[in-house]
């Protein structure tokens, strides 16, 4: 590979091990905001008081794009030579114990289109602050770990601003002269500032209230476009189901009078838990059946939920430094995945956070930006914002609720709380305090946040005169900075079926606990052996139930074996991941020419098809074959071509061998009126994947079509949509102009109408892919239209990513140069793909490696981007 050309020094690394506490503290903070036609002038009154006996300068944070007006410390104006600002620090070189200082910074928010800070959407003013947005606003110690009390006075012209939101209570609003208004809020909590907000804008309000466990009466107020009210209500339901759980699972209760939301079009990421003043991507807001899916719908319900969790989780108690970010992350994600699983259907939700976590997790385990859960450096904290740090964050906390069960996990959760509230700490905090509330040892289990790398295990049975026996072998592979690691202590939960399908639980000696239906296995060293005693003959081994660990497994169960599980197992994980495998074997030996005889797969389909009994949903997704991306993790050498190919041979001739029973069943599923209840969304989702299956038949056309038309709610339309797209069906292009006439003015569905062409399975997707950027709808600057364009593509359409020649790299490589002119933050988000070139053919590989250099070596580009480029290349 050549070298690069001169790469700009890049941003200085941050390391865990250097983190010291700050040198001032500020008990409050007094802000007020001018926001008018020409910018935003923020005065902030901070009172400092020194953290030590030492005479260290003020350093507070500061961002490139705002100017210094002025500057006084206890009320008189510095002198030139008493500071000094740089592109990202203001220091005062000598200042007392405790002073006042006031800073006046001119803003620019109306071309702020990196979306952090202050920045405008739809006419709109909002922020966004974590991780450090907040120094795009004044200067300031921009660190967790500085807690204050805030007080926000906000100005502006009332006729085009008619709300005016902080965080907290409102303490006081009136009238202005020139046309202007303002309000003043007031925070009782300290926070950091990470989690202050600010909105001002005109938007229609959805109002409601809570009552609290203890009688406290809470407003409830989402904020959304005028004509986007009637799509509000299911976010507020959400909310209410919200307050109302985690009073119930956790005794945790809301704590402020007002509790807001507010939908922006333009953001960066999904939503964001500022305290009372939540922050919300209108995709996880706004939800009507016309326009949204039931996987929105569901969504929309995980996202209220989880930054409603936050206050708790983050807010009350938040993190020392961003190292523990997923202090946090990790443990709100567990407790919104509880949430949706409380509120549906427990199995269904376990089987998405599975796929999610080896779609995006396991990826990223095992490629260059491969990080532990509690990151040990960084150059740019946004980088950090991970499937590593969120997801598997998540299943480290779950973990720890297998190892001691539901309720000690609660008293650990009561410890935590308690010790913790209105302080910044760390990972290690949790756990002491699970370890205190349990008695368990977790100091091997510490390891999970520090070691990245996704474990491997390897279950060996071996069955003689009615005793089983499992070796375990437990292994991890290197990841950068990480060449040798140490075995883990996991839980892993196994179960045994009699010969008739039923639920057994034979004796374990030593070493293994049942727990109902399945026994828990303590997993510590490289090699573990356990036996199970009196297994009566033709029993089954149940194996990984509820991915009790976010780990891989292989085993040496045969293909009957795994059928039998698919058919019979009470543990809807086992039962799915044993099709998952059967499939997977199958496609396994006919990518490498070897086709499979005895068709275990297509039986154990057959049967599955027929399955009245068990819940359509799960129906859906026994017959929903593993993804390309699935089959390609297990492969050695990744042929994207080649499992394209044999996965849509195999849909086909499913679909044909049983095409009589799928138009069957279809057509009696096919009927109803439409409605939100869980029962309906499950037959919906058999109904579809029954459709795919009949699309490729040929009568397909027939059927796609006529739902496509005749769907009276998104979920169905998406479905026929997406299967015209892959088609070759006659008048598709035609169905498809029309779909985006009608909803050109939604851009919520537009972004759907972009995500199906991004997705289809037709040879000329990349072609028109690069059309769909030149479409007078398609916006490099706002990051749902992006993500749903070139995300989609390149992270989720594998084969159409790899096309041979290299134009789908190319194409990566030049949306993400276009976005980091804007946006690097959602520019970076864009990078992985390209540094999974590891498992790739030479040439891929070269091509790839050339779009990485191909970034790299263009000027000015950001930090965020240098990052990952930089990592991926390696
Ligand atoms: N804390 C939010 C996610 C979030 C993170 C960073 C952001 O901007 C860089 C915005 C939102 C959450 O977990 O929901
Ligand atoms: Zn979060």
Redesign the pocket.
Known sequence: MDALEATPAIKQEIFLKDYQPPHFWVDEISLCFNLGEKGARVTAETKFRRNSKTDNALVLDGGPYMALESITVDGTPLDERAYTVSATALTVHSVPDQFLLKVVTKLDPVNNTRL?GLYHSSGNFCT?C??Q?FRHITYYPDRPDVLAKYTVRIEAEQSKFPVLLSNGNRVAEGSMSGGYHYAVWEDPYPKPSYLFALVAGDFACRNDHFVTASGKHVELNIYVAPDDLNKSDYAMASLKRSMKWDEEVFGLEYDLDIYNIVAVSDF??????NKGLNVFNTKYVLASPETATDADFSHVEGVIG??YF?NWTGNRVTCRDWFQLSLK?GL?VFRDQEFTSDMASRSLKRLDDVRILRLLQFTEDSGPLAHPVRPEKYVEI?NF?TATVYNKGAEVIRMMHTLMGAETFRKGMDLYIGRHDGHAVTCEDFVVAMEDASGLDLKQFRLWYSQAGTPHLKVNITCSHGTAKLTIDQSCKPTPGQPDKKPYHMPLLVGWLDSAGNPICPNIGAGGKWLKESCLLELKSPREVFEFMDVPEGAVISLHRQFSAPVKLDHNLSDKELAFLMAYDSDAYARWEAAQQLASRQFLSEVNGKPLIDGAFEKAFHFALRDEETDPAFVAELLTLPSEIDLGQKMQTLDPAGIHQVREKLIKKLALENKEYLIKRYTKLNTGVYSLDQTSVAKRRLKNILLAYISVCPEGATYVETQFKAADNMTDRMAALQLLVHSDYENRQELLNGFYETWHSNALVIDKWFSVQALSKRSDTVEMVLKLVEHPSFSFKNPNRVRSLVSAFSMLNQAAFHISGGAGYRFLAEMIVKVDAYNP?TAAKLVAPLGRWQRLNAVAMRQMQESLKWILNKPNISDDVRELCLKSIE
């Open positions: 952090e966004q974590e991780a947005g960066n990421m999904g939503a964001m838990e989880h930054e936050h992350e709100t946004n914002y933050q």
